[in-house]
């Protein structure tokens, strides 16, 4: 690894787990390390959460969705106040983002797609942030990074 410095991340497998948003409480700053050709022993640590698991599309790996308009789907957080769904394209360009209201009495969130046409052949994936509304905006959990990959094949 060359010389410099280095933000922290969690790991990025599937496990259940993402790197802790809220930044409302201790220990969930982003941690950096200076790396200078010797090993590295970080002197702080960062929370991680439960993640919102994917249900569809992508939660297992790419998956294809035909035509019309894809739906989004994602584990409740018991706790929110609203989602922010993000979609982004195979070359990280943000196609579309939403304000999804909290969800009240069911196991899961859904989201239907009401963005631009989406480009036949192109792999996205979307995204999703609970959060808090209070004197200001605080996330509290998200999809994992691997999960939400889809492609589009009408």
Do not use: C
Not at 53 to 69: F, I
Request: negative net charge.
């Amino acid at each position: 690894m060359p010389p410099g410095r280095y933000a922290v991340l969690a790991a990025f497998e599937n496990d259940g787990l993402v790197r802790d948003p809220d930044t409302s409480i201790a220990g969930t700053d982003i941690v950096f390390v200076d790396v200078a050709g010797a090993d590295v022993t970080l002197d702080t640590s960062f929370k991680v959460t439960e993640a919102l698991a994917v249900r569809s599309p992508g939660a297992a790996g790419v998956e294809t969705v035909g035509a019309g308009d894809p739906t989004f789907t994602w584990a409740d957080d018991s706790s929110e106040d609203g989602y922010e769904l993000v979609v982004v394209d195979a070359f990280g360009d943000v196609v579309h983002t939403a304000d999804v209201g909290g969800v009240s009495g069911s196991a899961d969130v859904t989201y239907t797609w009401s963005g631009a046409a989406l480009e036949a052949g192109m792999i996205y994936q979307f995204r999703a942030k609970s959060f808090r509304e209070r004197a200001a905006r605080t996330y509290i959990s998200a999809t994992e990074d691997l999960r939400g990959v889809f492609l589009y094949q009408p």
